[in-house]
Each structure stands twice: as C-alpha cells, then as structure tokens.
C-alpha cells in the first residue's frame, strides 16, 4: 500500500503540533467577585520590560523596549476604543493597568528538523494587573504566541513577524481589563478546543 506524500507530511504536522511546539497552559490569574470599571473616569497604563529578559532568545534588549514602547501605544489606544468615557490622566488616575514582561522567547529546533518552514515560533509572556483606586482587582498571565518564517522573505524578518502580532496581544489584554471573566472563559474554550485537536 503506497502512502500519499501529502498524508506524511499531514501527519507529522499534528506530531508537531501536539508534541513539539511550545506549550503555556492558561493562567486562572485572580478576579475580585465585584470587579467593575464602569465607575472610573481616569486611567493610566504602564508596561514594563526592564525587569526580565530571556536568555533563550536571539531579540536585542533594544528590540525588546521598542517593542514594549508600541505595546504600550496599543495598549492605550485598544483601552481608549474600548471604553470612550476613560480619560488618560497618568498623575493621578483611578484605574492602572500594569503589563509587565515576563518572558520573550521560544524557537524550536525541533520543528526545524522536522519541516523546515513556518513552523518556528515566539512566545511573549506578560503579567497583567489592573488597579483600581490603589486596590488590585484583577491579575493574570497572558501570551502571545508568534509563528516565525524561517527564511527572510521581501526582507520580512522575525522581528517583524512579532511585531505584526503585538496588536492582538493589545487587544487581549484590553479584553481582559474591560471583562475578565469573560475573557478566561474565551480562553479556557480556545485552549480545550486546540487540546481536543491535538488529541
């Protein structure tokens, strides 16, 4: 019986999927059972990436504070879309939102043996706390995790990969600040989806 070439490489698709790339299970993080932000007027946002940098990485410290300086401005601009009565006021605001990097990393040598393409990837690591009037009301770890090109085409490098996906971490950590209850159920349903695909 002759096996289609196509169902190999389908198959150790999954064998990698499943088995070789990186892997974070969702963090429960913490909710105040009366956690609300519809009474706040005033907020400030402050991302932090000076207190941790991956060994395992091949990102220059440089990239990396770039890269939490446009966080930031995502950041921002997400929280101003998603609730247009908050005002910035970084003297004295009613509401913080801390995202401070954990870790940046990840690549897979593995899957580059196995394939060859596409299949590398980056994981960014964040803590979120959201503060409200002095008083932490919500906290969790959220990531981001970036497919990288192996081969630099039309000078689109790894770098720009991450980058292209910094707006969806904004956005979920926008999520999680305006409904974190919500936003652990979406994420709990997204990861026992891919665990169901895995298996």
């Not at 070439?5 to 999927?17: R, S, T």
């Not at 009565?85 to 690549?107: F, H, R, S």
């Amino acid at each position: 019986m002759k096996i289609s070439p196509v169902l190999i490489i389908f198959l150790a698709f999954l064998l990698n999927l499943t088995g070789c790339t990186p892997q974070i299970t969702p963090d429960k993080g913490n909710i105040q059972s009366s956690y609300s932000i519809a009474d706040v007027a005033t907020y400030s946002s402050i991302v932090s990436c000076k207190n941790e940098y991956s060994n395992d990485t091949d990102l220059s410290r440089e990239f990396i504070e770039d890269y939490c300086q446009i966080l930031d401005a995502n950041l921002r601009m997400v929280l101003r879309r998603n609730n247009p009565n908050l005002k910035y006021d970084e003297a004295n605001p009613e509401l913080v939102v801390k995202t401070t990097l954990q870790k940046i990393g990840g690549g897979n040598a593995l899957s580059l043996f196995w394939f060859g393409f596409g299949v590398d990837s980056y994981i960014a690591t964040f803590s979120v706390t959201v503060v409200k009037n002095g008083e932490t009301i919500a906290e969790r770890v959220i990531t981001e995790t970036t497919p990288l090109p192996i081969l630099e085409i039309n000078n689109f490098s790894n770098e720009d990969a991450i980058l292209k996906d910094e707006p969806v971490l904004a956005k979920k950590i926008g999520q999680f600040v305006g409904n974190p209850r919500k936003y652990a159920k979406d994420e709990k349903k997204s990861w026992d989806n891919l665990l169901d695909f895995g298996n």
